[in-house]
């Protein structure tokens, strides 16, 4: 695995605790490191860290606090 990879693996905690759960990426990226970008949006769908996947948590909350208020009157 190039030194660049190592330093973008090691700067994100995520990343680390990702390759742990799915060691396979150790072996693609120590081949493919230009495949990167395809391990953090991996990563970004499995931990659902994406705007989409932010959004949509965001609208459950609201959602839930508004049935909450409702049965509350």
């Known amino acids: ?37 395809e391990f953090v949006e991996e990563v970004k769908t499995n931990y659902k860290l994406r705007p989409t996947d932010r959004i949509n948590k965001a609208l459950s909350t609201f959602e839930m606090l508004s049935a909450i208020f409702s049965s509350l009157k």
Do not use: A
């Not at 090691?10 to 072996?27: F, Q």
């Open 1 to 37: 695995m190039t030194l660049d990879t190592q330093f973008k693996l090691k700067s994100n905690p995520i990343y680390i605790k990702y390759i742990r759960e799915n060691s396979y990426w150790y072996k693609i990226l120590n081949r493919e490191p230009n495949r990167f970008n």
